[in-house]
C-alpha cells in the first residue's frame, strides 16, 4: 500500500463523478426529497423529529451500496481492475481510494440532507449535530463496504442491482425503523443484533433522544466502525490478481 | 543480465473446465519483437495472461525477465494491453493516462509523451466515451507505454486502425526494441507477422513454430506467411496420422 497511489485512486473516481452530473445530482437530491416527502407525509414535527434521524443512517448507506456495488462490477468486467492488478497498485490502495472518495461524497451528500432538514424541515435534534454527520458518513462507509463485498457476488450490472434488495432490505426491515427491535420475536431480535444497519439506527435514536454521549452510542460507533473494517477486508479477499 | 525476456517450461492452463494451453515451453529473446499468431480462441490471450500474470495456470513455469510471472517486482516492469480497451470511458484520455501514470510511479509529464507517441494528441481532454474504436485502442496502448517497461505485452493492438497508423505504431515498436525493450504482441493477422524479429505459431492451444521469419519461410519453402502457416499444420496432421 501507498498513499500516493490511494490518493491517485480517489481522485481518479472523484473525475469520474466530476464527468457524471446526472449521478451526482441523483445521489444529493433524491435523499433530500425523500426527507421533504417524510416531513409533509407524516405532518407531525415531533413524528419527524424521531424519524428523520433514522433515515439520515439509512439513505447514505443504501445510496452508497448500489453506488459502490455497480461501480466496482464496472472495474471487474471493464478490464481495468485486471489492468491495475497487473501494476504496483495495492489490493487497499483501491479499497481505500473508494472508501475516501465515497466518503467525501457521502459528507456533502448528509450534510445537504441535514442542512435541509434543520432549516427548512424544521428538524429538532436533540444530539448534537455534529455526531449526526459523524454517524451518518460511517454508514455511508458501511454501505460502501458492503458493495464492494456484494459486487464480488455479482456477474453482471443486472445482478448487482438486485443485490441492493437482497443484502439492505432485510437490515432495513429488521433495524427497528419498522418496529422496535425488542417487540420483534425473539430470533428477529437475535438475527436484527448480528445486522450492522441495526446499529447505525440505534445510535441516530440516541442521537434524537439528548445530547449525552451515550455508552449506547459508543458501542453503536465501535459496532459499525468494526463492521466497515471488516467488510473492507472481506472485499479485499475478492479482488484476486489471478483469475480463472 | 538474464538473457530471456519471457520464458516457460511445460505451461499448462484450463478455462472452463478444459485444458486450453497443452504443455507451452518456449522463450523470448530480449530486446526482440515477437509475434504471437494464431487464429481466434487458440489461446493467445491466455498465454499473454499467464505472461502477465493474472491468469491462474495449472502446471509449468512461466517466468519473466528472470523472475516469477506476475511477482510484486515485475509490476513496474511490464506493460500490459489488453485486448478489449481497459480504460475508464467515463475519463478524458489525460486524466485516464495520469492516474494510471500515479500508480506507476510515472513523471507526470509521462501522460503527454505517451499521447503523443499513439497519436492522440488532439483527443486529449476528450472523454474515452466518445473515441473511435481505433482511438479507444490506443488510449488503451498508450496506458501500457507509460513508466519505463521491460517488457511491453500487447494483445491486438493494432486491430481495426488506418494502415498509415498502423505503420507508425509499428515503427514505435521498432524503436522500443532498438532501446531494450522486449515486445510480444499477438495477431491474427499474417501480414503483421513478418514485421516481427521472431514468431510463434499457435493452433489449439499448441505452438507450431517458434521461429524467425525468414527461417520459417526456409523451411516451408514458402514467401507467404500464410502459406507458411497452412503447409505447418498439414505437416503436423501428416505426423499424427
Known sequence: MKLSITLATSRRILAQLRHDHRTVGLLIGVPTLLMILLRYVIDNPDAFDRWAPMLLGVFPFIVMFIVTSVGTLRERTGGTLERLMTTPLGKLDLLLGYALAFGLLALVQVGVVTAVSVTWLGLDLAGSIWSLVLVAVLDALLGMALGLFASAFARTEFQAVQFMPAFVLPQALLCGLVVPREQMASWLEWISAVLPLSYAVEAMLELSRGDEFTSTLARDLAVIIGC????????????RRRTA | MISSAVKTVDLRVDRGGREVLHGLTFEVPRGEIVGLLGPSGCGKTTLIRAVVGVQIVKSGDVTVLGLPAGGADLRRLVGYATQTPAVYSDLTVLENLRYFGSVLGAPRDDADRVIEEVGLAKERDQVVATLSGGQLSRASLAAALLGTPELLVLDEPTVGLDPVLRQELWELFHELADRGVTLMISSHVMDEAARCGRLLLMREGVILADDTPGALRAHTGTDDLEEAFLRLIAEREEARA
Do not use: D
Open chain 1, 228 to 239: 466497515v473494517i471488516v467488510s473492507l477486508m472481506l472485499g479485499a479477499a475478492t479482488l
